[in-house]
Nanobody
Framework: QVRLVESGGGLVRPGGFLKLSCTAS????????MGWYRRSPGAAENKREL??????????HYGDSVKGRWTISRDNDKTTVYLQMSGLKPEDDGVYYC?????????????WGEGTLVTVSS
């Protein structure tokens, strides 16, 4: 099984920056796409908005709410994915989940991390 561990969440002021990281322990599994989802405050546990995805060939995809503000990237060994968040807004609040998939899908869902909380507040 693939284990995903997120880090980097926290409290940030509106307009600020934050960088999330997610490291995969693959245990020999083939991981292709990795990405981030957001669950907004008060949303049901299964209500997760796709934020950004990157495939193993570095094809990226962004949700409309973050296009132009955030960047997803992956390290050279393809086991760590980053989400550089800038221009943060209060509506960016939420728990951010890392996800991974064995296929080059733009909505990875085979494996999930526990989530990291981002709070945007002055």
């Amino acid at each position: 099984q693939v284990r995903l561990v997120e880090s980097g969440g926290g409290l940030v002021r509106p307009g600020g920056f934050l960088k999330l990281s997610c490291t995969a322990s693959t245990n020999g599994a083939n991981v292709n796409s990795m990405g981030w989802y957001r669950r907004s405050p008060g949303a049901a546990e299964n209500k997760r908005e796709l934020v950004a995805t990157i495939t193993i060939s570095d094809l990226t995809h962004y949700g409309d709410s973050v296009k132009g503000r955030w960047t997803i990237s992956r390290d050279n060994d393809k086991t760590t994915v980053y989400l550089q968040m800038s221009g943060l807004k209060p509506e960016d609040d939420g728990v951010y989940y890392c996800a991974a998939d064995k296929t080059p899908t733009l909505d990875p869902e085979d494996w999930w991390g526990e989530g990291t909380l981002v709070t945007v507040s002055s």
